[in-house]
């Protein structure tokens, strides 16, 4: 697989995950849940804040520290096990790395470094950190 079919396999799967995360924010806002909507907006961003933060920080452990760097080369590799171009499983590998790397820094850090990184409402952050 050439370099500008892996990017294109990359952007497919991206395109994808945003499509069906805006509408879901959509269809929060038509049903009335305008502060989930809203939580659900901002969840992506505030994640990438919030790891960006967690990785600088030095009271978080090295063993998260490495998760996240993993789980970024992941996310930007265009080898998966499930090829990007496939439809809603494309991006699923992706989305189950995520997940994993998330459960186990949330299990690992210090509830209050968390929360000096978190950027979003702290409902979104006791959700998460319950579902851990």
């Not at 294109?8 to 799967?13: A, D, H, N, Y």
């Not at 090829?83 to 494309?90: L, M, N, Q, S």
Request: glycine share 10%; aromatic share 8%.
């Amino acid at each position: 697989m050439g370099m500008v079919a892996s990017v294109r396999s990359v952007l497919i799967g991206l395109g994808i995950a945003v499509g069906i995360w805006l509408i879901a924010i959509l269809l929060l806002w038509v049903f009335g849940r305008r502060s989930a909507a809203r939580e659900i907006a901002t969840l992506i961003p505030n994640l990438l804040v919030l790891f960006r933060g967690l990785f600088g920080d030095p009271r978080v452990s090295r063993g998260p520290k490495v998760l996240i760097g993993f789980a970024i080369v992941w996310l930007v590799s265009p080898i998966d096990l499930i090829p990007e171009f496939i439809p809603v499983a494309g991006p699923l590998d992706d989305a189950i790395v995520a997940a994993l790397v998330l459960r186990y820094v949330l299990r690992h850090t210090d509830r209050s470094v968390l929360e000096a990184h978190w950027r979003g409402g702290g409902t979104t952050l006791d959700v998460l950190a319950r579902r851990s």
